[in-house]
Nanobody, 127 residues
Framework: QVPPVESGGGSVQPGGSLRLSCAAS????????MVWFRQAPEKEREGVAA???????RYVDSVKGRFTIAQDYAKNTLYLQMNSLKPEDTAMYYC?????????????????????WGQGTQVTVSS
């Protein structure tokens, strides 16, 4: 299996925006639950946002209203639009695929059951 490949990370000031991309042709064209995770230094990896094939989306409370997960099926690419970034958003961001039904339960944000991880892209929010 070819793992997802993330890109788009970088350094921004608080209040800025970034758009992360995840190339995952093996997963985006079929019925998987696609998830963005992040891991800050010395913290556990946490689910940030998830997207099901039917458009159902899930977000962790800390990013609701600021982040948007979306998918371009023609380009086989998953996105995470991040606005109003805060220093606490600083982390390595990962794209992952999991079973489609996990998008409809609390399982979407768990690290167990991930079918494939990308290598991650670093996001740093600092003034």
């Amino acid at each position: 299996q070819v793992p997802p490949v993330e890109s788009g990370g970088g350094s921004v000031q608080p209040g800025g925006s970034l758009r992360l991309s995840c190339a995952a042709s093996l997963y985006t064209n079929t019925s998987y639950c696609m998830v963005w995770f992040r891991q800050a230094p010395e913290k556990e990896r946490e689910g940030v946002a998830a997207l099901a094939r039917d458009g159902t989306s899930r977000y962790v409370d800390s990013v609701k209203g600021r982040f948007t997960i979306a998918q371009d099926y023609a380009k086989n690419t998953l996105y995470l639009q991040m606005n109003s970034l805060k220093p606490e958003d600083t982390a390595m961001y990962y794209c992952a695929a999991r079973a489609w039904y996990d998008c409809y339960s609390g399982s979407w944000s768990q690290t167990r059951g991930i079918l494939s991880w990308g290598q991650g892209t670093q996001v740093t929010v600092s003034s």
